[in-house]
């Protein structure tokens, strides 16, 4: 059962432009919301989290915006550049603050093209 | 911010051998570590959840008796492949997270990752 939903799968963005990635989440008990960026070979780093008490939460380029009714959240990158390109993993978790195991989606590659 | 170290960051074995990943967390204490498994283009899948001084929790799928994990102490976890194959070549990702909350987000630490070929 995949709990997190991630979309696209891959995305094209040219350099300054808006990336934007989407995911949906089945259970409700998940109330810890990270984005990850990894680089091929290098583990996942934490980019930005939200927890279900707010609708959006920004940090520099990177936006998150959360409906907690329509179980889902996405991620913007805001002038976008081409080192930004990477994969992306949204993920969930149980606990309030991302003490238990993550649940992570499937990944978007994001291309940035100067 | 917190640092994860894997080792070794790339491993080449022959089919039928063990082979030991090393997870340490540097500066902060980890009552509990996770691993991870990513194929390639994959996402990554949770395989286990090591408590320091407990025997860990496997997640469904995932052969204990294969993938062998010890927490001995609380800044070092290691995951044991054993009898290895090369359906088991992976790249394997651990993450730790600390003892002592030190920020409000309860952040998980990923380490770089070891990439498994078992030839």
């Known amino acids: 059962q995949q709990q997190v939903k991630q979309s696209p799968q891959s995305l094209i963005v040219q350099k300054g432009g808006i990336s934007i990635i989407n995911c949906a989440y089945e259970?409700?008990?998940?109330?810890?919301f990270p984005w990850y960026q990894q680089f091929p070979g290098k583990g996942p780093a934490l980019l930005i989290a939200?927890?279900?008490?707010?609708s959006e939460k920004k940090e520099g380029r990177f936006t998150i915006s959360f409906n907690k009714s329509a179980k889902q959240f996405s991620l913007h990158i805001m002038d976008s550049q081409p080192g930004d390109s990477a994969t992306y993993f949204c993920a969930a978790s149980k606990g309030g603050t991302g003490r238990r195991a993550l649940t992570f989606g499937s990944g978007t590659r994001l291309q940035v093209q100067p | 911010g917190a640092v994860v170290s894997q080792h070794p960051s790339r491993v080449i074995c022959k089919s039928g051998t063990s082979v030991k990943i090393e997870c340490r967390s540097l500066d902060f204490q980890a009552t509990t570590m996770f691993w991870y498994r990513q194929f390639p283009k994959q996402s990554l899948m949770l395989m286990a959840t090591s408590n320091e001084g407990s025997k860990a929790t496997y997640e469904q799928g995932v052969e204990k008796d294969k993938f062998l994990i010890n927490h001995a102490s609380l800044t070092l976890s290691t995951l044991t492949v054993t009898s290895a194959h090369p359906e088991d070549s992976s790249f394997y990702i651990c993450?730790?997270?600390?003892?002592?909350?030190?920020?409000?987000?309860?952040?998980?630490?990923f380490g770089e990752g070891s990439r498994l070929t078992v030839l």
């Open positions: 259970n409700t008990a998940f109330d810890y």
């Open positions: 939200i927890r279900p008490d707010v």
């Open positions: 993450s730790a997270r600390e003892r002592d909350l030190r920020s409000n987000t309860g952040e998980l630490f």
